[in-house]
């Protein structure tokens, strides 16, 4: 069993920053890829970032240049950093790792970018 817990979300002024962290715990021999998908209401989720276990990343075009995606592979935490804020970046954000083959899924933070 693979269990993963968000944390950092929150409400935060255009132009703010939030960190989000996500930590995964369980039977975890080896994960592959993680990253951070989010989903406004009406909308599909969508892929925000990803970083391979080697640390190659991966961003959203509407994402470059405002968030960071990192990981810290001996506490199985994965890492959001988001800067330069918009209201059109509120959504929850969920965090997902593969592990052998398989996806996982944490439950999701909310955040909202509002003034």
Not at 48 to 62: D, L, P, Q, R
Request: proline share 3%; net charge positive; hydrophobic share 35%.
């Amino acid at each position: 069993q693979v269990q993963l817990v968000e944390s950092g979300g929150g409400l935060v002024q255009p132009g703010g920053s939030l960190r989000l962290s996500c930590l995964a715990s369980g039977s975890i021999f080896s994960i592959n890829v993680m990253g951070w998908y989010r989903q406004a209401p009406g909308k599909q989720r969508e892929l925000v970032a990803i970083v391979s276990s080697s640390g190659t990343t991966n961003y959203a075009e509407y994402v470059k240049g405002r968030f960071t995606i990192s990981r810290d592979n001996a506490k199985n935490t994965v890492y959001l950093q988001m800067n330069s804020l918009k209201p059109e970046d509120t959504a929850v954000y969920y965090c997902n790792i593969h592990v052998l083959g398989r996806s996982f899924w944490g439950q999701g933070t909310q955040v909202t970018v509002s003034s």
